[in-house]
């Protein structure tokens, strides 16, 4: 598996997975359906954000990240990460390469640590993949999120030093 960054031309193989994610509803706070330009504006960031994708030794996508400032100002020193990887690629450990990537390159691009805003409390493969990779759950919001399936639950807060 490589991870390399994102282009243009990878945009077409991502969306129909991403898309399918976001209509789930279940795991990302953007619209279900969310208008596939805005979204595209949203992941495939301007520096000094980036996105990226693990692809097979095929070339074919697996998954995708984006990293950026979580804040501007006196926040721009935290990093925030965001994951997709395509179901029919599930239980390949791309979720991993892509974190551990993130990791290392916000480290490398002078952020001092990492941040997310909002993981489903329900999403427990990504819960336990981040603490395993070093986050912390450091607040929950109560119901902060509506669950298609589970009604209103939690969204953490997630935290690492880099």
């Not at 994610?21 to 504006?41: F, N, P």
């Not at 993981?119 to 912390?136: D, I, K, M, P, R």
């Amino acid at each position: 598996m490589l991870i390399r960054e994102a282009t243009e031309e990878d945009w077409p193989a991502i969306w129909p997975f991403m898309r399918g994610i976001l209509a789930a509803g279940e795991t990302y706070t953007y619209d279900r359906d969310a208008a596939e330009d805005a979204v595209r504006a949203s992941w495939m960031l301007p520096l000094p954000g980036r996105a990226f994708v693990a692809v097979d030794d095929e070339g074919t996508v697996l998954g995708t990240s984006k990293v950026s400032r979580n804040h501007a100002g006196g926040g721009s020193h935290i990093a925030n990460g965001s994951y997709m990887v395509d179901p029919a690629h599930s239980g390949r450990g791309v979720g991993r390469a892509l974190g551990a990537h993130s990791l290392e390159w916000a480290a490398a691009a002078g952020f001092r640590a990492m941040q997310f805003n909002a993981v489903v409390e329900t999403n427990t493969h990504a819960v336990a993949l981040w603490q395993s990779l070093g986050f912390t759950v450091v607040a929950t919001l109560p119901e902060g999120f509506e669950h298609p399936r589970h009604g209103f639950v939690g969204l953490h807060i997630m935290y690492r030093k880099l």
